[in-house]
C-alpha cells in the first residue's frame, strides 16, 4: 500500500481519537458483549487482519480501526475485571506485575523484531520463495 506521506498524520489522529471515542465508551461496549467482551476484542484484532490481508489498496489501512477500538477498551476492560476477581489488599501487587509482565513482554519483543527485520530483509523473502518455486518446478518436472 502506497499512503502518501502527507495522510499520516491524518491517519494516525483517526486511530488515536477512534481509541479515545472507544475508551470513553468502554463500559457500553462491555454491558453489550458480556460475558464475552475478551472474545470480542479477540475477534476485532483477527477481523483487522483478515481485511487488511484481503484488501490491497491504501484504504485498507482504515481495517486498522478495529485493533484501535480493541485497544481502547483494553486497559477499562482488564481494569474492570481484575478489580472484580482480586481482594483489594492484593490487587495493587496484581497490578503492578501486570505492568511489569507487559513492560518485560515489549523490551524482549521489540528487540527480537528489529534482529528479525534485519536478518528478514524482503530480499531475503523474494529470494527465498524464488528459490521455493524453483524446487517445486523441478520436482514438478522429474514426475512427469
Not at 22 to 38: E, V
Not at 91 to 97: E, G, I, K, P, Y
Not at 100 to 113: G, R
Request: hydrophobic fraction near 55%; include cysteine.
Amino acid at each position: 500500500m502506497k499512503i502518501p506521506v502527507r495522510y499520516f498524520g491524518i491517519i494516525f489522529f483517526l486511530f488515536n481519537i477512534t481509541a479515545a471515542f472507544a475508551s470513553k465508551r468502554s463500559h457500553w461496549i462491555m454491558d453489550k458483549t458480556k460475558p464475552k467482551t475478551l472474545t470480542f476484542m479477540a475477534l476485532l484484532m483477527i477481523i483487522s487482519f483478515v481485511l487488511m490481508g484481503a484488501v490491497k489498496v491504501w484504504f485498507g489501512v482504515f481495517a486498522i480501526l478495529f485493533q484501535q477500538v480493541a485497544r481502547g477498551i483494553y486497559r477499562p476492560v482488564t481494569t474492570k475485571y481484575l478489580n472484580k476477581h482480586i481482594p483489594s489488599d492484593k490487587r495493587a501487587t496484581v497490578l503492578s506485575f501486570q505492568s511489569l509482565a507487559c513492560n518485560l513482554s515489549v523490551a524482549i519483543a521489540f528487540p527480537l523484531m528489529g534482529v528479525a527485520m534485519i536478518i528478514l530483509t524482503v530480499f531475503t523473502m523474494k529470494y527465498m520463495k524464488a528459490r521455493l518455486g524453483l524446487k517445486q518446478n523441478v520436482q514438478e518436472g522429474n514426475e512427469c
